[in-house]
């Protein structure tokens, strides 16, 4: 039987200095149950030489599709969206290189697919995260947004899935990322569509380390600043919303871990920044954050 242009899958991987992860990668990969996928690997050009002298043999046979960038494609995000927006069918998925995929996980994205035919961006669960998302097993009401969306929730880029139809209208900010980055590929995919969350443990995912000081918490801030003045300027309710979630929680986080001069800083931010949006809002400047 022919295979349909949706049932294809890109998988890309990420290389660094420490090519023992991609070999980690590869192998793992190549354990799916679904065989049916398109090897892309985005290398930093500082590995170029040792990529070259360790994988030119498949990467010259067609095998896999090679992406050299200038700089990590998961921190600089920019340049992952640069070799997202060359694939032209089926869909995209990632491995990153601290990260696992169970031999089904191919599966379960296909499973998903065919159960929410209209849904456009998937992920599914990670092993070594809660196990609140059983509680809900019903796919309707598994579809997250800007209104329902955890901003404290740990997800992983080895967890989502997009079609690539979608995935050619991204924009994904030149900015360098220690800590969010996945946080702002989601919320940018989100931009289109909801994102269907599945019920399914697929994957086994390292957790960015929390390290809770100023600079981590003006991070997750920045990214959801960004996604409120790109991506929802629109609904001036929501971006109030999103805005002062993100500023009460990290101000609380900070407090309770008795970082109280950060705290305060913070808090002060807040109020300007929210009492900025809202009577920009009351001007009609709905743009002045």
């Known amino acids: 039987m022919e295979k349909k242009e949706s ?54 046979s067609g095998g896999w599709e090679v992406h050299f960038v200038n700089g990590l494609a998961y921190e600089n995000l920019s340049l992952l969206a640069d070799v997202i927006k060359t694939i032209q069918d089926g869909w995209i998925c990632f491995l990153k290189p601290s990260d696992e995929w ?41 579809q997250i947004d800007y209104n329902n969306v955890d901003i404290k929730e740990a997800i992983s880029l080895s967890q989502m899935m997009i079609y690539h139809t979608v995935a050619q209208n991204i924009f994904l900010p030149a900015l ?21 969350k599945i019920n399914r443990f697929t994957c086994s995912c390292k957790e960015a380390e929390r390290n809770y000081n100023r600079n981590y918490f003006e991070q997750r801030i920045l990214t959801i600043s960004f996604a409120v003045r790109n991506w929802i300027n629109d609904n001036h309710a ?3 919303k999103l805005t002062s979630k993100v500023y009460r929680n990290s101000v609380w986080l900070l407090f309770v871990r008795m970082k109280l001069v950060s705290s305060f800083m913070l808090l002060n931010e ?17 743009n002045v954050d």
Not at 16 to 36: F, M, P
Not at 123 to 138: E, F, H, T
């Open 176 to 196: 360098w990322f220690d800590s969010h980055s996945d946080l702002m590929v989601k919320l940018s995919f989100m931009k289109s569509f909801s994102l269907q």
């Open 7 to 60: 049932d294809k899958f890109h998988v890309i991987l990420f290389c660094e200095d420490d090519l023992s992860l991609l070999r980690k990668n590869l192998q793992n990969l190549s354990k799916q149950y679904q065989k049916n996928y398109i090897v892309h690997i985005i290398a930093d050009i500082a590995a170029r030489e040792q990529f070259n002298k360790e994988f030119m043999e498949h990467s010259t």
């Open 270 to 286: 807040m109020m300007c920044c929210i009492a900025g949006l809202r009577k920009g809002i009351k001007g009609g400047m709905v």
């Open 102 to 142: 169970m031999p089904y996980h191919l599966t379960a994205m296909k499973d998903a697919t065919e159960q929410c035919p209209g849904s456009k961006f998937f992920y599914s669960q990670n092993v070594k995260g809660s196990l609140k998302c059983i509680s809900n097993p019903y796919f309707d009401s598994n």
């Open 238 to 240: 929501l971006r109030i």
